[in-house]
Nanobody, 124 residues
Framework: QVQLVESGGGLVQVGGSLSLSCAAS????????MGWFRQAPGKEREFVAT????????YYTDSVKGRFTISRDNGQKTVYLQMNGLKPEDTAVYYC?????????????????WGQGTQVTVSS
């Protein structure tokens, strides 16, 4: 079993930066791909970024490429999402998720574990 706890959300102005963290518990963290998803009001949850078990391979949704960076520290059992150049359309609840396998995935169904979410609000 893996438990995930996000932190680092908040209110920021357009063009600003935030860094999200996701602390994990459980022995399989180092073997699992991890992802960040987000859900805006009235919209479905969507993929943002993913990283494989080693931290070598990453993938981003087009709208955040060049602005967001996902990384992980397996020793600390933590996944990060550095968000720069934030836009109003980035406003959402951001969720950390742990996959059932070690390979990156953009699909919600491939993720077994979810955090409670952290609110990110970008004001214009």
């Amino acid at each position: 079993q893996v438990q995930l706890v996000e932190s680092g959300g908040g209110l920021v102005q357009v063009g600003g930066s935030l860094s999200l963290s996701c602390a994990a518990s459980g022995r399989t963290f180092g073997l699992s791909a991890m992802g960040w998803f987000r859900q805006a009001p009235g919209k479905e949850r969507e993929f943002v970024a993913t990283i494989d078990w080693s931290g070598v391979h990453t993938y981003y949704t087009d709208s955040v490429k060049g602005r967001f960076t996902i990384s992980r520290d397996n020793g600390q059992k933590t996944v990060y999402l550095q968000m720069n150049g934030l836009k109003p359309e980035d406003t959402a609840v951001y969720y950390c998720a742990g996959a059932g396998g070690s390979v990156i995935s953009t699909l919600i169904r491939d993720y077994r574990y979810w955090g409670q979410g952290t609110q990110v609000t970008v004001s214009s």
